[in-house]
């Protein structure tokens, strides 16, 4: 027999049928009474927040929508039991479902409730973050703006602005960094020794199957901080391709992060 956990229809307090503008209108209510900043040490409001945040996140989404109302109409094989983290990550990076953090980060405002739509994530996240975007493909064939670089890159020794200094010969320091800068051009992945050069930034395997890899996918990565992340990997990546998160590497001497580079490995 089919089964599911929640009656999300229930918990927003909407009928069966209801609209997506009805499913919006009946969360916005919702959350604005049970926000935890109107709740200041209530466990109960902040369980509810996400309770009825979990309802919105399935009813909102077409797809998680239609499989919900088979199970619940028993038209369909299996359960229905979510896991909340993963329905909220999907909910953060769907720009039409989690519009309407913009509209209650305002009216909590007008309220006298300082909060922005981060404020939401940390709520729902325990103070992860999700990446929506700021996702930079470095491929093999990265056209102009690349060889311009790889000229610069080369007269400067293979070290790019922010580099540790590296002593050496200059017949060496001209080797290494015609090897670096071609290396860089065409993809190629750098030594373990190599990637700590650049101050801050960090280099970390990203592995993806032959599906992922064509179709795109959601993956959940652990940064050098202990942070979690979720990036939406674009389709048609190739391996050897680095995907480029700005500002997420470790932090510099002068309080400035690096970047975290994606090393794409399709399996």
């Known amino acids: 027999m089919a089964r599911y956990d929640r009656d999300y229809y229930r918990i927003l307090g909407v009928h069966l049928e209801a609209t997506e503008d009805e499913i919006r209108r009946a969360y916005r209510r919702l959350a604005l009474q049970w926000h935890p900043d109107r709740n200041p040490g209530n466990a109960e409001a902040e369980e509810r927040f996400k309770e009825i945040s979990e309802a919105y996140a399935v009813l909102i989404d077409r797809t998680k929508r239609v499989e919900y109302d ?11 039991r979510v896991n909340r983290e993963q329905v909220f990550r999907d909910l953060f990076t769907d720009p039409r ?12 405002q007008r309220m006298g409730v300082r909060v922005d739509r981060h ?18 493909i470095l491929s093999p064939w990265t056209p102009i703006l690349a060889l311009i670089r790889l000229v610069g890159t080369a007269l400067r020794g293979g070290r790019p602005p922010d580099a540790e200094s590296l002593p050496s010969a200059p017949g060496q320091r001209a080797l290494r960094g015609l090897t670096r800068a071609a290396r860089w051009f065409f993809g190629l992945p750098a030594p373990a020794a190599e990637t700590a050069i650049v101050a801050g930034d960090v280099v970390l395997p990203l592995r993806v199957t032959s599906a992922e890899a064509q179709r795109g996918v959601r993956k959940q990565v652990t940064l050098p901080d202990g942070g979690d992340v979720v990036v939406q990997i674009p389709a048609g990546v190739r391996s050897g391709m680095r995907l480029r998160l700005r500002g997420k590497g470790r932090r510099r001497r002068d309080g400035s992060r690096g970047d975290a580079y994606l090393a794409v490995e399709i399996a």
């Open 70 to 80: 088979r199970v619940r109409r028993g038209t369909g094989p299996g359960d229905f």
């Open 97 to 108: 479902a989690s519009a309407i953090f913009e509209e209650l980060a305002r009216e909590l």
């Open 119 to 136: 404020d939401f994530q940390t709520t729902l996240f325990g103070g992860r973050t999700v990446m929506t975007g700021s996702v930079v």
